[in-house]
T-cell receptor, first 111, second 110 residues
Framework: DAGVTQSPTHLIKTRGQQVTLRCSPKSGHDTVSWYQQALGQGPQFIFQYYEEEERQRGNFPDRFSGHQFPNYSSELNVNALLLGDSALYLC??????????FGNGTRLTVT | RKEVEQDPGPFNVPEGATVAFNCTYSNSASQSFFWYRQDCRKEPKLLMSVYSSGNEDGRFTAQLNRASQYISLLIRDSKLSDSATYLCVVIRSNDYKLSFGAGTTVTVRA
């Protein structure tokens, strides 16, 4: 039974570019959440998708957008990248208030 | 005030020692609580859920104090492999919003 899978593992982009990160949830999970984790910080909630809609959103600008597909997989898009967007991006899946299961993350470096 | 706050540490303890730390939450509507463990540059992994009556999993004991709005984690007989950052997670009952603490770093030395 595959857990949460994320791609790519690492990514290097330049300022102003756009990036798309992908996530496949754990089997049986219908909710996908995205987090940004800077070095030395706890994960910061970006948004959560359920039934293909954004259900909740954290304090992130509109440059951060997402999508959930009918098979529950999800994408995170970031436009107009800034140096400060460099971080580990974590995808987590769950059902309702069950514990989150995290993917290995995508390490994004913006130069 | 942050929804979830943790003492960042670090807690430096010798092998075999007991270490304990808390996580406070501000929203009384919080209903579900978890401890996650995160190793350097890796993803968080569920360590244990926290139940109202308190629960143990081997050397780890988690407790919930609803009156004072905090959860705690106690590690007995610390091992070198317990060195990690421990994140507490709180889920609100009304909208299932999930909040992470910034983490408590524990370093166990030989």
């Amino acid at each position: 039974d595959a857990g949460v899978t994320q791609s790519p593992t690492h990514l290097i982009k330049t300022r102003g570019q756009q990036v798309t990160l992908r996530c496949s949830p754990k089997s049986g999970h219908d909710t996908v959440s995205w987090y940004q984790q800077a070095l030395g910080q706890g994960p910061q909630f970006i948004f959560q998708y359920y039934e293909e809609e954004e259900r909740q959103r954290g304090n992130f600008p509109d440059r951060f957008s997402g999508h959930q597909f009918p098979n529950y997989s999800s994408e995170l898009n970031v436009n107009a990248l800034l140096l400060g967007d460099s971080a580990l991006y974590l995808c987590a899946s769950s059902r309702q208030d069950s514990p989150l299961h995290f993917g290995n993350g995508t390490r994004l470096t913006v130069t | 005030r942050k929804e979830v706050e943790q003492d960042p540490g670090p807690f430096n303890v010798p092998e075999g020692a007991t270490v304990a730390f808390n996580c406070t939450y501000s929203n009384s509507a919080s209903q579900s609580f978890f401890w996650y463990r995160q190793d350097c540059r890796k993803e968080p992994k569920l360590l244990m859920s926290v139940y109202s009556s308190g629960n143990e999993d081997g050397r780890f004991t988690a407790q919930l104090n609803r009156a004072s709005q905090y959860i705690s984690l106690l590690i007995r007989d610390s091992k070198l492999s317990d060195s990690a950052t421990y994140l507490c997670v709180v889920i609100r009952s009304n909208d299932y919003k999930l909040s992470f603490g910034a983490g408590t770093t524990v370093t166990v030395r030989a």
